[in-house]
Each structure stands twice: as C-alpha cells, then as structure tokens.
C-alpha cells in the first residue's frame, strides 16, 4: 500500500503549505468529541468515546487480588489495548501487536502518572486489595488511537463502581461505592510533516506522518509523553507543542467529566 | 486464591444451591417458556467494514463486521475455485459480571468460531468468488448466555449489508430445559443451573438446521418440541433481522 | 414499483434467472440485498462487490512487478493482472497509482489490463464502496460533471471503487463523494450536492 502513502503524502503535504488539511480542519482542532458512559452493566465500569470516525469502547473490571509486593497498601490497574481486526482491514488476528501494546502502555502511562486514581482507596486488607482492569477495544479506526483510548478509559473509570468485598466474598450486585478519582489527564497526538505539525491526525495523515508526539497533561502539568515513528523534533517545537497540550486540556476533558 | 476458584465453580454447578427458576409458569425475569428476551439489531454501524451490525438481547451486547471478498492472506490457503472464510468469536476481558477474562480466543471460542463458520459456508455462495476470502468477526461485548445465537443472527446481518451473495439468510436461536420444561433463549442464569441446552442455527426460508450442539439430557419427544420452539421463536428473529437492514435503506 | 429484497426471498412468479438470482424450485430466489424494479424486471445490488466487466475503467495501486506483468491492488476479491506495454514509455513501479481499462477477465474474477497510464502524484485517491459507485458517476455522469465543475477538479472514477482527484477543490470533492456515499440510496441528491458545494465554495478557493 506504500503507493496510496507516497500519492496521499504529496497530496497532504503541499496542502499543509497552504494552512490546510485534506478534511478540511485547522492545524490544532480536534474532530468531534462523542462519549457515552455506562454503556455496559456487567462491567463495573464503561465508556464509548468516538473521534471523528474513530470509534473505542472501555470496559472495566474490578478484582480482588494480592498487592504487589512493592506497594503493599496500594491497589493494582491495568490498561490494555485490543486492535480488533474489524476496525481495519489493516489490522490482523493473532498475540498483540507492538502498535497495540504501544498503545495500551502510553494510556496506562498517561493515567498512572496523573495520578487519577486513588491506589491507596483500593487496598481492602493485608494481602488483599482491588486490581482495576481497563480494557480498550477499538471497533473502528480513523486515526489517533492515543487520544480517543485515553478519552474512553478515563471515562470508564469515572463511571466504575468498586463491589463489595467482605468474609473473603466479592458481591458483584453490591456496588455502592465509586472509585475515587483524583484527577483527570488528557492526551494530544500530533503529527509532523516536513516542518508542519497537526494534531489529531486521521488515519490517512497518520500513514503519511513523518514523526508523532503523544503528550499527556491534567491542564496544569505535562503527565506523560511519548515520541514515535523516525522523524524527529526540535526542543523548541515539542515546547510549543506542550503548550498546545496544556490549553486543549478543557476542551478534552469535558466530555469525560460530563 | 485456586482452591477459592475451585469452591466457586462447585457452588455454580450443585443442584442444592440451585434457585428455582420457574415459578407459577414464569422465568425468573418474567418471561413464558417460549418467550424471547428484548432484541434490537441495527446494520451498517461500523464505517470501516464492508458489513456491521450491532445486536443487543437481553444483556448479551454483539458487534459483528465483515470483510472481503479480499485477498487471501497467506496465499497458499486460497481455494482456486471458492472463496474461503474466516470466523472469529471472542468474548470481550469485561463482557461477564464474573472475573476479569482473557483477552483473545480460548478453546471454546475457536471451537465457536469453527461451527459457526460452518453455518455460513452453507449459506454463502462460496463459488462466485474463486481465491478470495471472506472475513467474519464476532466480538461479544458484554455476555448473557446464548451469545453464539446472538452472535449467528449479528453476523448474518452483517454478511447481508457486506452485499455477500447469500442463498438463505440465517437465525440463530438457543433451547434449553430448565427445570425439566423446555424454554426459547436460555439467559446466563438459566444456563448455570439448566439440565440441557441446545444453541440452533436454521435458515430462513426453508429451515434447515444449519448448527446443532447439544448437552445435558433431553428425550427425543423433547427434542422434536425444541425444535419446534425454536421454528416458531425465529419468525420473530427474522422479522427483527429484516427491519434493520431494510431501515438503512429507508428511503429507497 | 421498486422493493427492496433480501437474500432467500422469492421473487414475483415468472422472473427468470439473473446475476443475483438463483432458481430453486421453479422460483427465482435473491441472492443479495437489493432493490427489485417491477417494470424493468431486474435486481440492483445495494451493496456487494465489483464484478468486473471487459470495459470498466479501473483505478489500482501497483502492487508487484514482475518480467511480463505487474499485479495491480484493486481492493478487489483478487488482484488483477497488467501485461506489460512494451510500446509505452510508462514502466510502473511498485506503489504507482494506475488508471486503466479492463481487457479481459480470467478465472471469473482476475480482470486483466495491458495498457496503463498513471495518476498525477498531486492527486488524492480516496476509496468509495463499488456498490454506490453509479451514484458518484450520475446519470450519463452528471453528478461526476457537477462536482468537477463546481469545484475546479478532475475525477477519475475507478468501477472499482478507487476514485483519483486532481486540481484545485479536492477537499470540497472529497467531501462531496463522501456525502454521496452516506446517502446513495436516497432521491435529489443531485440537488444536495449542488446546494453543499455552492455554500463551502467561496471558504476552499
């Protein structure tokens, strides 16, 4: 398919000299954010969040397990990230792949470092504290996983609901208490072409992109970062462009507190 | 933590701890033994797909996509006077109320996968598309028994909406026999406790069984009304199967 | 009268076999999803694949190239087959976008070509499914000619479903294609079009 990228690229690269894209967006707007939360009932906690055409579901799963032994007061969470093979025809059956455990990793990342949820709120009792599993599966892509996962897996945990545990029984029908989350992180994908540099790139930009710079802030700091593909940045682009990942934080963040 | 597992399992499948699941003639969510749980199908939800559909029944939430004809990958598989197809099932890590699953295929989905497939090479017109094959994935969202019926009649939907030629389309539907009577549409409880269950598919025109599984014990005369349960439960499956993909071409 | 059909329906008695019908019994069952036309007697696919037909024109992405042909990527069940010009300047490599016509058709669905010409690099390719391709095109091509003119570009439409688009309203065009596809199935979209490209005209320009 290398020729749809050379014709795609030379096509998206001359109208980046005349400020535009091939949708016809501004270089810093994201597409259309869409969340809808609790959109599951077995899963403790859930969320659909489409980007444009890119469309990801969240679920959660709440455990009780033994701690780590190197944070014995605190609960355990872990993202993972699953590139179904109905979302493109790019994508193939089999193990994850190195795009997909990228992908999951960077979210965990984002949320972790934010510190968004209160790991020490899940300890139960010696040996015994709730592991919080988010799962990520994109049913349909357009582009930008990154942001829409981050988008969706935050949403599922502002909606997740811990079950009872007590005697040593989990009591999946009682969930009366929500996980506490402390802080809400967002994340901004850019991509560069030549010196031009757009954020949220579809998935035809992002086959042409030359590199790719995810970067994860609370709209106060910057949280988690991640630089990708083989082209590069100046420092003071990737300046630049935390302060463009500070200032779209509100208008990300809305639709998961709403 | 394995022997708490094991102690689980043993509660779900003893007979004392079994709730009484029919009571003065109802299910224990209300439903007639020949009654099928709430089910809305919608086609063409995914952009990507050549086909989609997004199923919900009861709990159970499906999504199915279809690809191709396309190339087949890896090419040696290629059948050079059929098209060939590929089925996949999976159960989402968060699709039960139970514990955190595995993501990815276990024995029982690949083993799914292959009899559905099977449903679908009756019905597909494999001949008009020579070295091709043609993709059908399952994923189930969220999980509620007879999930494999769910799945038959989402993806036959989407095979459908992929514009596959097809020379039937196809329901699936589950019997079952729960507290020694027989019902439609097992749900995840009934199954737990139930003493057989028995997943159908059956085309539509003519009714021919195209996926029979069976366990438990069932009576010969038990098994001839389940099979007319299921025939009478399909009208209705079909009906549902046909509004959603005549409402996406509405205004034709 | 037109209704839509489903595969497994039995046609109205006397309808002899087609394309997308088989006999069973004496009847003509559908094959595919569709829209039966009463008067004209025929089904018109809704959805499905490209049957390749001697004539179509095509637009493909050279996928290998070999001594004597190339392969060329249609997006199609199977790849087709360009016997090489020796006469033409044009040597196509791997990745090149190609317009052609289809010559001939092996093994029932392998479209074979022995002329190509490719796509200008300044060009957008985008993918539209084969089954709403006779929209984009329009009656006797109009709503093609509408959208060329309206937004300053030139198309070339692959039956296949790949469409090039070149000059100076691509994006207009592409959005316009992508209108058409959403809503192929419904009546004045000729209209629509117009009406979408007259009011983002003055902003893409």
Same mark, same amino acid.
């Given at each position: 398919?290398s020729?749809?990228?050379t014709?795609?690229?030379a096509?998206?690269?001359s109208?980046?000299?005349d400020?535009?894209?091939?949708?016809?967006?501004?270089?810093f707007q994201m597409?259309?954010?869409?969340?809808?939360k609790?959109?599951?009932?077995?899963?403790?906690?859930?969320?659909?969040?489409?980007?444009?055409?890119t469309?990801?579901?969240?679920g959660?799963k709440?455990?009780?397990?033994?701690?780590?032994?190197?944070?014995?007061?605190e609960g355990?969470?872990?993202?993972?990230?699953?590139?179904?093979?109905?979302?493109?025809?790019?994508?193939?059956?089999?193990?994850?792949?190195?795009?997909?455990i990228?992908l999951a990793?960077?979210v965990?990342?984002?949320?972790?470092?934010g510190?968004?949820?209160?790991?020490g709120?899940?300890?139960?009792?010696?040996?015994?504290?709730?592991?919080?599993?988010?799962d990520v599966?994109?049913?349909?892509?357009?582009?930008?996983?990154?942001?829409v996962?981050?988008?969706?897996?935050?949403?599922?945990?502002?909606?997740t609901k811990?079950?009872?545990?007590?005697?040593?029984?989990?009591?999946?029908?009682d969930?009366s208490?929500?996980?506490?989350?402390?802080?809400?992180?967002?994340?901004?994908?850019?991509?560069?072409?030549g010196e031009? !540099?757009?954020?949220?790139?579809?998935?035809?930009?992002?086959?042409?992109?030359d590199?790719?710079?995810? !970067?994860?802030?609370?709209?106060?700091?910057?949280?988690?970062m991640?630089?990708?593909?083989?082209?590069?940045?100046?420092?003071?682009q990737?300046e630049?462009l935390?302060? !463009?990942a500070?200032?779209?934080?509100?208008?990300?963040t809305?639709?998961?507190?709403? | 933590?394995?022997?708490?597992?094991?102690?689980?399992?043993?509660?779900?499948?003893?007979?004392?701890?079994k709730?009484?699941?029919?009571?003065?003639?109802?299910r224990?969510?209300?439903?007639k033994?020949?009654e099928?749980?709430?089910i809305?199908?919608?086609?063409?939800?995914?952009?990507?797909?050549?086909?989609s559909?997004y199923?919900?029944?009861?709990k159970?939430?499906?999504?199915?996509a279809?690809?191709?004809p396309r190339?087949?990958v890896?090419?040696?598989?290629?059948?050079?006077?059929a098209?060939?197809?590929?089925?996949?099932?999976s159960m989402?890590?968060f699709?039960?109320?139970?514990e955190?699953?595995?993501s990815?295929?276990?024995?029982?989905a690949i083993e799914?996968s292959?009899?559905?497939?099977?449903?679908f090479?009756?019905?597909?017109?494999?001949?008009?598309?020579?070295?091709?094959e043609?993709?059908?994935?399952?994923?189930?969202l969220?999980?509620?028994?007879?999930?494999?019926?769910?799945?038959?009649?989402?993806a036959?939907?989407?095979?459908?909406?992929?514009?596959?030629?097809?020379?039937d389309?196809?329901?699936?539907?589950?019997v079952?026999?729960?507290?020694?009577e027989?019902c439609?549409?097992?749900?995840?409880?009934?199954?737990n406790?139930?003493d057989?269950?028995?997943?159908?598919?059956?085309?539509?025109?003519d009714?021919r069984?195209?996926?029979?599984q069976?366990?438990?014990?069932m009576?010969?005369?038990?098994?001839?009304?389940?099979?007319?349960?299921?025939?009478?439960?399909?009208?209705?499956?079909k009906?549902l199967q046909?509004?959603?993909?005549?409402?996406?071409?509405k205004g034709? | 009268?037109?209704?839509?059909v489903?595969?497994?329906?039995a046609?109205?008695?006397?309808?002899?076999?087609?394309?997308?019908t088989?006999?069973?019994?004496?009847?003509?069952?559908s094959?595919v999803?569709?829209v039966?036309d009463?008067?004209?007697?025929?089904?018109?696919?809704?959805?499905?694949?490209?049957h390749?037909?001697?004539?179509?024109?095509?637009v493909?992405?050279?996928?290998s190239?070999?001594?004597?042909?190339?392969?060329?990527?249609?997006?199609?069940?199977?790849?087709?087959?360009l016997?090489?010009?020796?006469m033409?300047?044009?040597?196509?490599?791997?990745g090149?976008?190609i317009?052609?016509?289809?010559?001939?058709?092996?093994r029932?669905?392998?479209?074979?070509?022995d002329?190509?010409?490719?796509?200008?690099?300044s060009?957008?390719?985008?993918?539209?499914?084969?089954?709403?391709?006779?929209?984009?095109?329009?009656r006797?091509?109009?709503?093609?000619r509408?959208?060329?003119?309206?937004?300053?570009?030139?198309?070339?439409?692959?039956?296949?479903?790949?469409v090039?688009i070149?000059?100076?309203?691509?994006?207009?065009?592409?959005?316009s294609?992508?209108?058409?596809?959403?809503?192929?199935?419904?009546p004045?979209?000729?209209?629509?079009?117009?009406?979408?490209?007259?009011?983002?005209?003055?902003y893409?320009?």
């Amino acid at each position: 398919m290398s020729g749809i990228n050379t014709l795609k690229g030379a096509y998206i690269r001359s109208v980046l000299k005349d400020e535009k894209r091939i949708d016809s967006r501004e270089k810093f707007q994201m597409r259309e954010i869409e969340v809808k939360k609790e959109v599951l009932s077995n899963a403790e906690g859930s969320a659909r969040a489409r980007l444009g055409n890119t469309d990801v579901i969240a679920g959660v799963k709440v455990v009780v397990e033994a701690p780590h032994s190197d944070t014995p007061k605190e609960g355990n969470m872990v993202v993972s990230a699953e590139l179904l093979p109905m979302a493109s025809a790019g994508f193939e059956t089999g193990p994850p792949s190195p795009a997909a455990i990228e992908l999951a990793r960077v979210v965990d990342r984002g949320i972790r470092a934010g510190g968004c949820v209160d790991m020490g709120g899940l300890f139960i009792e010696d040996g015994k504290v709730y592991s919080v599993y988010i799962d990520v599966y994109v049913l349909d892509y357009d582009g930008n996983l990154f942001d829409v996962c981050t988008i969706a897996a935050m949403s599922a945990l502002m909606n997740t609901k811990l079950p009872k545990y007590s005697d040593g029984e989990i009591d999946r029908k009682d969930r009366s208490r929500s996980l506490k989350i402390d802080n809400v992180v967002s994340s901004t994908t850019f991509g560069k072409f030549g010196e031009d !540099i757009i954020l949220d790139m579809n998935a035809d930009e992002e086959q042409a992109a030359d590199a790719r710079i995810t !970067i994860a802030t609370d709209g106060k700091v910057v949280r988690a970062m991640q630089k990708g593909l083989n082209g590069d940045f100046t420092i003071k682009q990737v300046e630049q462009l935390i302060d !463009i990942a500070l200032s779209k934080n509100e208008e990300i963040t809305k639709h998961i507190k709403r | 933590m394995i022997s708490e597992v094991i102690m689980l399992s043993d509660i779900m499948a003893s007979k004392i701890n079994k709730p009484e699941l029919i009571h003065g003639g109802k299910r224990l969510d209300g439903r007639k033994a020949d009654e099928l749980r709430e089910i809305k199908i919608e086609a063409g939800v995914l952009r990507n797909a050549n086909g989609s559909a997004y199923l919900e029944w009861g709990k159970n939430r499906i999504i199915a996509a279809v690809y191709g004809p396309r190339e087949v990958v890896p090419k040696h598989f290629a059948d050079p006077n059929a098209a060939i197809i590929k089925c996949r099932y999976s159960m989402a890590p968060f699709s039960s109320l139970e514990e955190h699953g595995r993501s990815g295929q276990n024995r029982r989905a690949i083993e799914i996968s292959k009899v559905i497939k099977e449903v679908f090479e009756n019905v597909v017109l494999l001949n008009e598309y020579p070295n091709s094959e043609i993709d059908i994935f399952m994923e189930v969202l969220q999980s509620d028994g007879s999930t494999r019926a769910a799945c038959i009649n989402a993806a036959a939907v989407a095979l459908a909406s992929a514009g596959i030629p097809m020379k039937d389309m196809v329901y699936g539907v589950s019997v079952g026999k729960v507290d020694g009577e027989i019902c439609v549409d097992v749900d995840m409880l009934e199954d737990n406790y139930s003493d057989a269950d028995m997943p159908l598919a059956i085309s539509h025109r003519d009714d021919r069984i195209l996926l029979l599984q069976m366990d438990g014990d069932m009576s010969n005369e038990e098994v001839r009304r389940g099979f007319d349960m299921a025939v009478v439960a399909g009208k209705k499956i079909k009906e549902l199967q046909r509004e959603a993909l005549l409402a996406v071409y509405k205004g034709v | 009268m037109k209704t839509v059909v489903l595969p497994g329906d039995a046609m109205p008695e006397g309808l002899a076999g087609t394309h997308y019908t088989y006999m069973s019994a004496g009847h003509a069952i559908s094959k595919v999803v569709g829209v039966y036309d009463d008067e004209r007697k025929e089904i018109m696919p809704l959805e499905g694949a490209w049957h390749p037909r001697v004539g179509n024109s095509i637009v493909g992405v050279v996928a290998s190239v070999d001594r004597n042909t190339c392969s060329i990527d249609l997006r199609h069940s199977s790849y087709g087959v360009l016997i090489n010009d020796r006469m033409s300047r044009y040597r196509p490599r791997v990745g090149d976008v190609i317009e052609s016509v289809v010559k001939s058709i092996e093994r029932k669905n392998v479209p074979v070509m022995d002329r190509a010409r490719p796509i200008e690099e300044s060009s957008w390719l985008v993918y539209v499914k084969p089954s709403k391709i006779p929209r984009v095109l329009g009656r006797n091509n109009s709503m093609l000619r509408q959208i060329e003119e309206l937004t300053q570009t030139r198309i070339i439409v692959g039956l296949n479903g790949f469409v090039a688009i070149s000059g100076k309203g691509i994006n207009p065009a592409v959005a316009s294609i992508r209108k058409i596809e959403s809503e192929a199935h419904t009546p004045g979209l000729t209209d629509r079009i117009r009406e979408m490209l007259l009011s983002i005209k003055e902003y893409d320009k």
